[in-house]
């Protein structure tokens, strides 16, 4: 700022509007006013300042006045009530220096919405979740685009209702794990001191969920082997699409699972594929016995490089995503919904599998081994170390008979 003497200011409107800018901002004292100065900034702007101390000491008070007479209002009333409360107008100058400071550092340190979305991904989704990618794309997809610049601390409760609200009324389970996410991130802001205020500690969920009871009947299932076997419906499933869907019928395991195999996973010699407990739901390795009809299913994706992914999909994860397996699907089913078969999901297949199981008599206990369904009873806990591969051999080889009579396929290599 430029520091040179000035002459004072006539205390009228005509005097300070020929107030011309300079290159730096610069104070030009009101006449009659001690105290009292009108600030100019380059670009023209004009305000009002009240002036204490002398060069390096000196202290800036900016008022709220936009003309000559609220200025000399203002600072009359402001030297009233500061002198009723005992304090002089240095110090007063001083506290509001400081706490513009303190109210600068708050913001800065009060991150947005887009950047806590960030923090949550790369501190606590990515190294502790399976399901972290999940969590980024819900976040890019539905959140930031509505709260993104928004401060964090600015979302309050009514904002997040209204938020699963509307996506309660077209997709209810959607809406549940989208707050259950907001939720997650509202604590890991608290957890990291991003937060002090938790803006929907114990909210209850926007919709009842309906547990789905879809299981594919013989039509149907005759349906999912036609579209997956290649040929015109190709460009609507894939081969890798199609074998994972497959794989997913005969074996019953989850879509996931399914979806991240790894080359090295499978020993053909022994006939058997072991998922490594980091890709199990219930974080216990799980062996399942291949049969002809599975072996037939990988085709020559099971030779290559240990931790190849065996169905390769571009994208980050590496592999087939869940929204594609379930584009795909709907995408068939939207094709022949004429000749009546209903939309039906990936994880459809799975409870088809365990349900047409039980139809052909396998126990409980052992669809449960089967299903890698965590035993949460004491002996499943603490004492039965069995590995069940001979009995699960033998019930999906059962299921897999029954798949060819649905099916009309007779010899073991025969998979059209």
């Not at 380059?42 to 204490?52: A, E, I, L």
């Not at 002198?83 to 506290?95: L, M, P, V, Y």
């Not at 991904?121 to 190294?127: D, G, K, N, Q, S």
């Not at 499933?237 to 794989?247: C, E, F, N, T, Y």
Request: hydrophobic content about 40%; proline content about 5%; charged content about 30%.
């Amino acid at each position: 700022m430029t520091t040179r003497k000035r002459p004072p200011v006539k205390p009228n409107v005509a005097a300070i509007r020929a107030l011309k800018p300079e290159d730096d901002a610069y104070d030009a004292r009101v006449e009659g006013h001690r105290g009292l100065n009108v600030r100019v900034f380059p670009s023209g702007h004009k305000s009002f300042v009240y002036r204490s101390g002398q060069d390096r000491k000196m202290s800036r008070l900016t008022l709220k006045a936009q003309s000559l007479a609220e200025a000399t209002a203002e600072w009359a009333d402001l030297k009233r009530r500061k002198f009723q409360a005992g304090e002089d107008i240095a110090s007063t100058i001083k506290k509001s220096k400081a706490e513009a400071q303190k109210k600068r550092v708050k913001a800065r340190s009060e991150p947005t919405i887009e950047v806590l979305a960030g923090r949550y991904i790369a501190e606590y989704a990515r190294p502790k979740k399976r399901s972290w990618l999940q969590d980024e794309q819900r976040l890019n997809r539905l959140v930031i685009p509505l709260w993104g610049k928004m401060k964090a601390a600015d979302i309050t409760r009514a904002d997040v209702q209204a938020l699963v609200k509307e996506l309660a009324i077209n997709t209810p389970t959607l809406a549940n794990r989208v707050l259950a996410l907001v939720r997650k991130m509202f604590s890991f802001a608290v957890d990291v001191g991003a937060l002090s205020v938790h803006p929907c500690l114990r909210m209850s969920a926007p919709a009842a969920e309906q547990p789905r009871l879809r299981v594919l009947d013989e039509k149907e299932m005759r349906f999912l082997w036609r579209c997956t076997s290649g040929g015109v419906w190709k460009r609507i499933v894939p081969d890798s699409i199609a074998s994972i869907l497959r794989l997913q019928l005969l074996t019953g395991c989850r879509h996931k699972e399914v979806r991240g195999a790894r080359r090295g996973e499978f020993d053909m010699g022994k006939m058997e594929w072991l998922i490594p407990r980091e890709r199990v739901k219930n974080n216990r390795d799980h062996l399942v016995p291949l049969t002809p009809l599975m072996i037939g299913c990988l085709g020559d994706q099971k030779v290559g490089k240990r931790n190849e992914v065996l169905f390769p999909w571009p994208g980050e994860e590496g592999h087939v995503r869940a929204d594609t397996l379930d584009r795909a699907m709907r995408e068939a089913c939207r094709r022949v919904k004429r000749i009546g078969i209903p939309a039906f999901r990936p994880h459809d297949l799975r409870r088809t599998t365990e349900t047409g199981m039980a139809r052909l008599g396998v126990s409980l206990e052992l669809r449960n081994r089967v299903m890698n369904h965590k035993d949460m009873s004491v002996s499943g806990l603490r004492y039965n170390t069995h590995d069940y591969i001979p009995e699960k051999r033998a019930a999906l080889t059962l299921w897999e008979r029954e798949v060819r009579r649905i099916l009309g396929l007779s010899e073991p290599s025969d998979l059209a």
